[in-house]
């Protein structure tokens, strides 16, 4: 039976996506993850399936599902067992794409809505500077008026499928005297020239995604590559990253799961002193303590996702998710690790990679600082 927020609908295509999951992408996870890499055909496939564009209407080769699809999505996608390639599509089908969707003119939504759905054009998403993170406001790539269009100078760091992006969602200040005003948002295809990357930067953990820095070197843009209006990019991109903030939660609290599955299981199976570890009333408390907080975090991402399916936008819920699910996941790793004695250490075992993927929603997409601002800041202070 479907659990709340979901219907039934949602869970046949639950069922789809983890078969998919299990059969295609699981198996070869620890190669993917040895090689830091996976093939581009995941995309394509994934867009044959359908997968990439589950929520957009069908005209543009969508599903023409609701937002609760992309939330079954970020769920299943766990299941690959690598943090890294569940990371890589959710910035196509949640962080980098739905802008073209929400802002983008009827041309560039066929130009790249449809191909990215397709799988056939590959994003990423550019906000992020050597010198300015958690300040987005205080970006440093400029795109400066020309006759004809724009021309793009500075550089991007941790982008997410930057090596491999067919197009990118650049985050660029088109004036720099106007604050949050002086901002816009462009769609630009990496074969640009000018457009460079520059190095594939070597991570603790999310091996399989690349994450690249990128270079714009007089950069030409026609006019119609701005996305939305000139001006409105800082409070565009302020939309966009709830999205990627609650699929972020989804994906992670999900993965708490699996993760607090496992340890578990192995309580049950590794014995000391006598009895199963899950026996000795600390470890017992200890996956209590695991399940009880993954179910509060996981309830409340599902009041977000639920609040934003009925057409609400509710940053103070998204946040409270984002912060809450960050610090659980983190929590959930590091105890079940711990549960696995010496064996979690080692490589053998996937537990470390849990451990080592699940830090990064503290980080990514906001940090949980930024988050406690959000927060404290729409409680009034
Ligand atoms: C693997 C990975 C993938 C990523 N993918 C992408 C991507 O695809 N696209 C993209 O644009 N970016 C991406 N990012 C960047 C990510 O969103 C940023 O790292 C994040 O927003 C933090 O910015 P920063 O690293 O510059 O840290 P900083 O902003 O320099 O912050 C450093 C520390 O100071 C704290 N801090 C900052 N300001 C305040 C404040 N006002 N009050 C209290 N504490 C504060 C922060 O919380 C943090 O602890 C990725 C990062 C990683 C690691």
């Known amino acids: 039976m479907a659990r709340w927020p979901f219907s039934e609908e949602h869970e046949q295509l639950r069922a789809s996506i983890r078969q998919f999951v299990e059969s295609e992408l699981a198996p070869s996870a620890d190669e993917w993850e040895r090689e830091a890499d996976f093939p581009t055909s995941v995309f394509t496939r994934m867009g044959e399936l359908g997968f990439l564009g589950l929520a957009y209407p069908e005209a543009y080769g969508g599903g023409g599902g609701d937002y609760l699809c992309n939330i079954v999505l970020a769920e299943e996608m766990c299941r690959c067992n690598s943090g890294g390639l569940a990371m890589a599509v959710a910035v ?3 962080m980098a794409v739905p802008p073209v969707f929400k802002f983008g003119t009827e041309e560039q939504k066929h130009r790249y809505l449809t191909p990215a759905i397709r799988g056939e054009k590959v994003f990423c998403l550019g906000i992020t500077e050597p010198d300015a993170g958690s300040d987005v406001a205080g970006i440093k790539t400029t795109a400066r008026k020309v006759d004809d269009g724009w021309v793009v100078n500075g550089s991007k760091i941790f982008i997410t ?3 491999r992006a067919d197009v990118m969602t650049l985050v660029a200040k088109t004036d720099r005297d106007a604050g949050h005003q002086g901002i816009s948002l462009f769609l630009v295809d990496s074969d640009t020239p000018g457009f460079h990357v520059a190095r594939t930067l070597d991570k603790l953990g999310m091996h399989t995604s690349d994450t690249a820095e990128i270079t714009f070197t007089d950069m030409f843009l026609p006019e119609d590559a701005l996305l939305g209006n000139e001006g ?3 409070y565009n991109i302020s939309w966009e990253l ?3 903030r609650l699929v972020g ?3 992670s609290i999900a993965g708490a799961r699996r ?3 496992a340890a578990l299981a192995y309580a049950t199976q590794r014995e000391t ?6 026996k000795h009333q600390v470890i017992r408390h200890a996956l209590a303590d695991m399940a009880t907080e993954i179910e509060a975090a996981q309830q409340l991402v599902y009041a977000a996702a639920w609040k ?3 057409g609400e936008y509710p940053v103070r819920e998204i946040s409270m998710a984002k912060l809450l699910t960050g610090e659980v996941s983190w929590k959930v790793a590091d105890k079940a690790l711990q549960i696995f004695g010496g064996y979690g250490y080692t490589m053998d075992f996937p537990i470390q990679r849990g451990w080592r993927d699940s830090r990064l929603i503290r980080i990514g997409g906001g940090t949980d600082e930024v988050m406690r601002d959000v927060i404290g800041k729409m409680e009034g202070l």
């Open 161 to 163: 499928n930057g090596r």
């Open 242 to 244: 709830q999205g990627e």
């Open 308 to 310: 934003v399916n009925q």
């Open 249 to 251: 939660s989804a994906g």
């Open 92 to 94: 196509q089908t949640d």
């Open 259 to 261: 993760t607090f599955e």
């Open 273 to 278: 002193f006598g009895k199963p570890i899950g």
């Open 232 to 234: 409105e990019g800082f």
